[in-house]
């Protein structure tokens, strides 16, 4: 039996060692140690053994049966790691290799240069107001002292709609909306899209941006649009910006200005950018008219207030010395990935 046994053993393990994949090794464990299997059925034999005989070949089989399984589970070890070395010889990874970068995408400089404003004059006490962009005649004319008749409405032609309506030619309209739904005092701004039926050319588009600040209360004058306007442009600018006033016209303001500041490219010196004159012009702004206070049902005997709109094109041209309007629209990303990243 011992030889029997040790043939049995011999034989298993040339088996195992023989076996290339793990599926292999079942069959070989059932041949030998399932409950037909070869080394199994030795042991029944036991029985026609003598008590000291069968001790001693019991544990001879328990022996054999414990090194055929550990060799079953040491193969099926070794040949999953030859697997995976095998793998590794076609499938490989160099961790060191530079990844794939993606391209991150970023603010549009319009975008830019409005959440910078809003931030400002967030911080400064006014709220962020939105209005329509398809108007009605009566929020873009009627309420801001432009009746139909008005010669001031041939400055900003604009589209119609067959219903009557229009796209806003300015943000203007928000004051009045403004005024409707808030109770004095307040400061707001609107920053939106407007439309103009334009010759388009390098500073002029038919489609540009505009932000309206309105601010109204007891007592308020033209030293407080002075104020604001200076410490907002100052800010974005990053250094002292000196602002003038000139008399300009608009039926929503009385007095009405057209503010102008020291040009940054000469400092004043004169140059092409300010056409000679040291100074660029930015923005229409006044005192809001009793008229419109009215239509916005506030009362004019008890309360003023400053109004502005500026040109956020324009404003963004002159921060990131942009030469021509179009490029906003354009689409050309060659443009606008160039303001990716901080500060500029
Ligand atoms: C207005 O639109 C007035 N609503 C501004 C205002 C508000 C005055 C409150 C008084 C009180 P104006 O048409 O000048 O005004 O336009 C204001 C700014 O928009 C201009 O200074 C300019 O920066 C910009 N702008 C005007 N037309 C164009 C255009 N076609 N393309 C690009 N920017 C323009």
Request: hydrophobic share 40%; net charge negative.
């Amino acid at each position: 039996m011992k030889e029997q046994l040790a043939a049995l053993k011999e034989e298993a393990q040339q088996a195992i060692a023989a076996c290339t994949d793990e599926a292999g090794l079942y069959p070989i464990k059932v041949t030998y140690l399932g409950k037909k299997g070869s080394v199994t059925k030795l042991g029944k034999k036991m029985g026609s053994l003598s008590p000291e005989e069968r001790k001693e070949a019991g544990m001879a089989i328990n022996e054999v049966k414990k090194a055929l399984e550990t060799a079953l589970a040491e193969r099926a070890v070794a040949i999953e790691n030859e697997r995976y070395l095998a793998l590794a010889d076609t499938e490989w990874l160099d961790v060191t290799r530079p990844g794939t970068t993606r391209r991150q995408g970023h603010l549009h400089p319009l975008s830019r240069i409005q959440y910078e404003l809003e931030d400002i004059f967030t911080s400064m006490g006014f709220i962020v107001l939105d209005g329509p962009e398809v108007e009605t005649d009566f929020f873009n004319f009627e309420a801001l002292n432009i009746p139909k008749d008005h010669p001031a409405r041939d400055m900003q032609d604009t589209f119609w709609t067959e219903d009557g309506n229009l796209l806003r030619t300015q943000t203007s309209p928000v004051q009045i909306r403004g005024m409707k739904s808030l109770t004095p005092p307040f400061r707001v701004i609107a920053p939106g899209r407007v439309f103009r039926y334009e010759d388009v050319d390098a500073s002029h588009e038919h489609t540009f941006h505009q932000m309206e600040g309105l601010m109204v209360g007891e007592d308020i004058s033209t030293a407080h649009l002075v104020y604001f306007l200076r410490v907002a442009l100052s800010t974005i600018f990053k250094q002292e910006i000196e602002v003038r006033l000139r008399p300009g016209y608009f039926p929503f303001v009385e007095p009405g200005y057209e503010l102008d500041f020291r040009c940054l490219i000469c400092g004043g010196e004169g140059c092409p950018v300010c056409k000679h004159t040291g100074w660029i012009e930015f923005l229409g702004c006044g005192l809001v008219h009793p008229n419109v206070l009215q239509a916005g049902g506030v009362d004019p005997e008890t309360y003023s207030g400053f109004a502005f709109g500026m040109g956020l094109e324009r404003l963004a041209m002159m921060r990131y010395g942009i030469n021509d309007i179009r490029h906003f629209q354009s689409g050309d990303l060659r443009f606008v990935r160039q303001f990716v990243g901080g500060e500029q």
